[in-house]
């Protein structure tokens, strides 16, 4: 229990690398893994701070992603890796090729190799020490209010005759794409429905910036957002 609120951990006791285990085990692992995201609102993709982002890593992320999960990149034993950062300083143990010199630097590069997962926090915390625990527990809580928020029909049709504005929709297969009406039909994951003349004049760009636009305006930090397009005629949005 955190915060009067009470979480359900599910813990998958990591994915070994590859070489590190036999096939099996690792299959098993990986099944695993899967089958915990599906019963997640929030998955916490660990990254172990003395071995950098992993492709089994950005796999994970792929699937965190594929199922509109909430997320939160944990880079795990940053204390440790602080504490080795300052011995190698002190000349106690070899230096690395490239050292990290800071958490910043460090996120931007967790950030570009997830960077189809750009809403997601990174947070830096120790599961053996604890560091950072409770800031970790605050923004898993603040993801899944994301995930249960709903925004008024009102608000998300003015936002979106001010994005078509701002950028008008490409014409894709000779047809002009015309967006009539969009209302959010779910929770957990935010799920918005727009009609439109065509849902395939929706080139994927467009649903993109339509996408950007939503977050720039609601924030839905680590959260996975859902649109869908569907035909709609004769009514359009004044």
């Not at 998955?43 to 992320?61: K, M, P, R, V, Y």
């Not at 965190?64 to 950062?85: F, H, P, S, T």
């Not at 490409?170 to 918005?192: D, G, H, S």
């Not at 680590?222 to 004044?238: C, D, M, Q, W």
Request: charged fraction near 30%; proline fraction near 5%.
């Amino acid at each position: 229990e955190f915060k009067d609120r009470k979480l359900i951990l599910i813990d998958t006791a990591g994915i070994r690398r590859r070489g590190k285990v036999g096939p099996g085990v690792e299959k098993f692992s990986v099944l695993r893994s899967t089958r915990a995201i599906e019963r997640c609102d929030v998955a916490l993709l660990l990254i172990d701070s003395s071995e950098g982002l992993a492709a089994q890593d950005t796999h994970i992320a792929g699937e965190i992603q594929d199922q509109a999960k909430g997320v939160v990149v944990v880079v795990n034993k940053w204390d440790l890796a602080q504490a080795q950062r300052r011995a190698e300083r002190e000349g106690k143990f070899p230096h690395p090729d490239e050292e990290i010199e800071s958490a910043e630097a460090y996120r931007r590069i967790i950030a570009e190799g997830l960077k189809f997962i750009p809403y997601a926090p990174i947070v830096f915390a120790s599961a053996k020490t604890g560091y950072h625990v409770k800031g970790l527990l605050e923004t898993v809580l603040n993801v899944a209010e994301m995930r249960y928020m709903r925004v008024p029909t009102s608000r998300l049709n003015e936002l979106v005759q001010e994005a078509v504005r701002r950028h008008n929709p490409p014409v894709t297969n000779n047809k002009a794409l015309k967006i009539y009406y969009v209302t959010q039909t779910r929770v957990n994951p935010p799920t918005f429905v727009f009609f439109v003349n065509d849902p395939q004049a929706v080139h994927f760009s467009y649903e993109r910036y339509l996408e950007n636009r939503l977050r720039e305006a609601f924030g839905f930090k680590g959260t996975a957002i859902r649109l869908f397009f569907r035909p709609r005629s004769k009514i359009e949005v004044n």
